[in-house]
């Protein structure tokens, strides 16, 4: 995908937005007690600033904190807010799900509620969204406030992703950003469970621009990710998107055997001129442990695509809710009664 100056200068479609959208805030919560209050008061300061209709839906993914609780308080509170309480921790991934599952506006902005996604964001891209794009989402051009290593290891993921993928992720771009309606609909069709929603969310296309911003630090709260839910989470995209891991092992047998041809040949004709040799004991368990290991790696790598097949059939759903507080009540929507 085109960088965002490239971007930016695609005419846009030129699409009629209702005069008054509903704008649908959708924000995943876990363990993030002390990050929920100054989060849904920064989004309703800038929502109500524009004029434009709103609901937050947010989504207690199973928090072992006092964040459901809060949450439900703020339901209370505001008749614009709408808690989804799941029945455990079911990730990121799913709380995604569920929250585009229960938004019900004409338009739907992803976020998260660590304020590292700036709501003051949100207007530029209702702005574009009714110029005509289907989908905005925010790209950053300033990770000042992420880690050397998490910096380093997020842009060589994006590198390998679009490399051995056909679908385009564009670089340092998160889960921020907002959808048309009809781009919500299309991606609640896709059945399945194994989710990388950032890859979703470019395989369905449409009409897309970018909005550069400088990525702040945490306003309250620590991560919940480490490096290994990040290489798991890496591993999931990778093997959602592409199926290159499993057809490099093809290339790499051939190699190993071609050399093996020419190896063999060697010793024949070595021993049919010079006499038969005394093997190396060093030189053959060395041989051993790396074909070994080789295919104990490609093993593996195939045991990931089966992993993600034993998850597709079994069929479960990918998220249990509990309860639900605020806006339209506990009535779930009918693919989220199924999920």
């Not at 585009?100 to 996604?117: F, H, I, N, S």
């Not at 998850?311 to 929507?333: L, Q, T």
Request: aromatic fraction near 12%.
């Amino acid at each position: 995908m085109s960088d965002v100056t490239d971007i930016e200068r695609r005419p846009a479609r030129n699409v009629a937005r209702p005069d008054t959208p509903l704008i649908s805030i959708v924000a995943p919560c876990y363990n993030e007690a002390d990050a929920i209050a100054p989060f849904v008061a920064a989004v309703m300061d800038i929502i109500k600033a524009g004029g434009a209709r709103y609901e937050l839906v947010l989504v207690d993914d199973g928090s072992s904190d006092d964040t459901r609780m809060q949450l439900s308080a703020l339901a209370d509170r505001h008749s614009e807010i709408r808690v989804i309480a799941f029945s455990r921790n079911f990730g990121k991934e799913a709380a995604l799900t569920a929250g585009l599952d229960y938004a019900e506006g004409d338009a739907v902005v992803v976020m998260d509620v660590d304020l590292q996604d700036p709501p003051e964001l949100i207007p530029d891209f209702i702005e574009k969204w009714r110029g005509g794009y289907d989908v905005v989402y925010a790209t950053r051009d300033d990770r000042g406030a992420d880690t050397f290593a998490k910096r380093f290891t997020a842009g060589g993921f994006y590198r390998l992703f679009n490399k051995i993928s056909a679908v385009k992720i564009p670089e340092n771009t998160g889960d921020y950003r907002l959808m048309d309606r009809r781009v919500v609909e299309t991606i609640k069709t896709l059945p399945e469970r194994s989710r990388f929603m950032k890859g979703l969310f470019a395989w369905v296309g449409f009409k897309s621009i970018g909005v550069a911003y400088a990525r702040p630090a945490r306003t309250a709260g620590e991560t919940k990710f480490n490096f290994w839910r990040l290489w798991n989470f890496a591993i999931d995209g990778i093997a959602s998107f592409s199926t290159a891991p499993l057809r490099v092992w093809s290339y790499i047998g051939s190699v190993i055997a071609l050399l093996s041809v020419l190896y063999a040949s060697v010793i024949i004709i070595r021993t049919l001129f010079t006499g038969v040799d005394v093997p190396g004991y060093a030189s053959l368990l060395t041989f051993i442990l790396f074909f070994g290991s080789v295919q104990m790696i490609s093993v593996g790598i195939l045991g990931e695509y089966i992993a993600r097949l034993f998850v597709e059939v079994k069929g479960r759903p990918i998220y249990i809710v509990d309860e639900v507080y605020g806006g339209a009540g506990a009535k779930p929507p009918a693919k989220a009664a199924a999920e």
